[in-house]
């Protein structure tokens, strides 16, 4: 989510039109290794999704570095990326950058905004945050982007308590965590619980982009169900 919300606030239509088409991941994937989508292993896209989304938080080569090399993965029971050197990180993310500038650009125009404004705020509620203790980069230029999908996931919730109670199923919400909601009712209303906490999830929001242009978006929403 947090990946979409920043494309579409930097308006990178490279990126966008990624997100829509299928895997995100294994297609940024593909461009850091240059190589076909199909042939990026398992491993290898979850190397390029965690590289992505610490560079998007605003991660310098280093900090990446430090990030890859100490994930361990469970499953496998060691630490997979150990062996990736901080030069490969800093080639990677170079060639990130001028594969995607409008990112980078979003970012340093997102906290020159927020310099001059005295506070950075959120895209869709327009939350501000004022920085008392100091203008860290990283997190001038991260609270737009996740403040806005906090937005979206409460307007959810306000959203799931008003059809739940049309449909009669009280207010379900078991527990939030950041843009997931779990829901619990009857077996026998599974299937209902699953249709009103999707169209709860999927409502059309406005996202502007660092140029002021409005982008309405609805963002799909996967659920399953367990008993």
Request: aromatic share 10%; with cysteine.
């Amino acid at each position: 989510l947090e990946l979409w919300i920043k494309a579409l606030a930097a308006n990178c239509q490279k990126l966008l039109t990624a997100i829509s088409s299928g895997d995100v991941h294994r297609w940024i994937t593909s461009k850091l290794f240059k190589k076909p989508e199909a042939a990026v292993t398992k491993l290898e896209r979850d190397f390029g999704k965690r590289f992505v989304y610490a560079e998007a938080y605003g991660a310098e080569a280093l900090k990446i570095h430090q990030t890859l090399t100490s994930y361990f993965d469970k499953k496998l029971r060691r630490y997979p990326f150990s062996n990736t050197t901080l030069g490969e990180v800093t080639a990677l993310l170079a060639a990130w950058r001028r594969e995607f500038e409008e990112l980078v650009w979003y970012s340093q125009q997102s906290y020159a905004v927020a310099q001059a404004r005295g506070f950075a705020q959120s895209l869709v509620m327009e939350r501000p945050k004022y920085f008392l203790d100091g203008w860290e980069y990283t997190k001038v230029i991260n609270f737009p982007i996740q403040s806005t999908a906090g937005d979206i996931t409460n307007i959810a919730v306000e959203n799931l308590e008003i059809f739940a109670a049309a449909a009669g199923l009280g207010m379900p919400l078991k527990v939030q965590l950041h843009d997931e909601l779990l829901i619990e009712v009857p077996e026998a209303q599974a299937s209902l619980g699953e249709r009103v906490l999707k169209a709860a999830m999927e409502h059309e929001v406005l996202i502007p982009d660092i140029n002021g242009t409005l982008h309405a978006v609805t963002f799909p929403v996967d659920t399953k169900t367990d008993t």
